[in-house]
T-cell receptor, first 113, second 109 residues
Framework: DGGITQSPKYLFRKEGQNVTLSCEQN?????MYWYRQDPGQGLRLIYY???????QKGDIAEGYSVSREKKESFPLTVTSAQKNPTAFYLC????????????FGQGTRLTVV | LAKTTQPISMDSYEGQEVNITCSHN???????ITWYQQFPSQGPRFIIQ?????VTNEVASLFIPADRKSSTLSLPRVSLSDTAVYYC??????????WGLGTSLAVNP
């Protein structure tokens, strides 16, 4: 089955530790995105990538880093510099940046204690 | 950036038709209108996308008037499983999408 997979679904980390969230897609999509969602809020764009080895900052990139070494993978690292990392993180992909129809993963709920 | 305004919440009953209207006064010529559905603790799911007039698929219809300053998502004969948050987004190739708070739809038995 084609789709986009995020892992793990739940993640707990101690404050001050970096953590990497996985996102893999087998849809052959060029564009991939990372969003953050806080309780009762809409999605906010962290980073996006339109092609391998290229990515752009979104609206709230501070404290986060990404890489796009393969078309299928777009991991997100939440660094210790992120002041309020506890949130629901969503990865998405679309055929290209021009296509607003995005396919989302099931999300990773990160809790930092 | 294209901003959208939609009701915070709506209530309905099983079997009724639900219409959710979204206002997007500063929509640009190249912008498309897209609707997503999100259940708690899940990623959003694409419902429908349109540019003008009417678009229909197996789950919903999207009505867009000639001035394109608003759009209406129509869900026919809703069921309890349609209880979710519905987001309206406007964007084109190079404009980042703005996700608002969405409309929380509650379908009652």
């Amino acid at each position: 089955d084609g789709g986009i997979t995020q892992s793990p679904k739940y993640l707990f980390r101690k404050e001050g530790q970096n953590v990497t969230l996985s996102c893999e897609q087998n849809l052959n999509h060029d564009a991939m995105y990372w969003y953050r969602q806080d309780p009762g809020q809409g999605l906010r764009l962290i980073y996006y990538s339109q092609i391998v080895n290229d990515f752009q900052k979104g609206d709230i990139a501070e404290g986060y880093s990404v890489s796009r070494e393969k078309k299928e993978s777009f991991p997100l690292t939440v660094t210790s510099a992120q002041k309020n990392p506890t949130a629901f993180y969503l990865c998405a992909s679309s055929i290209s940046r021009v296509n607003t129809e995005a396919f989302f993963g099931q999300g990773t709920r990160l809790t930092v204690v | 950036l294209a901003k959208t305004t939609q009701p915070i919440s709506m209530d309905s009953y099983e079997g009724q038709e639900v219409n959710i209207t979204c206002s997007h006064n500063n929509i640009a010529t190249n912008d498309y209108i897209t609707w997503y559905q999100q259940f708690p603790s899940q990623g959003p799911r694409f419902i429908i996308q349109g540019y003008k007039t009417k678009v229909t698929n197996e789950v919903a219809s999207l009505f867009i008037p000639a001035d394109r300053k608003s759009s209406t998502l129509s869900l026919p004969r809703v069921s309890l499983s349609d209880t979710a948050v519905y987001y309206c987004l406007v964007g084109d190739t190079n404009r980042k999408l703005i996700w608002g708070l969405g409309t929380s739809l509650a379908v009652n038995p």
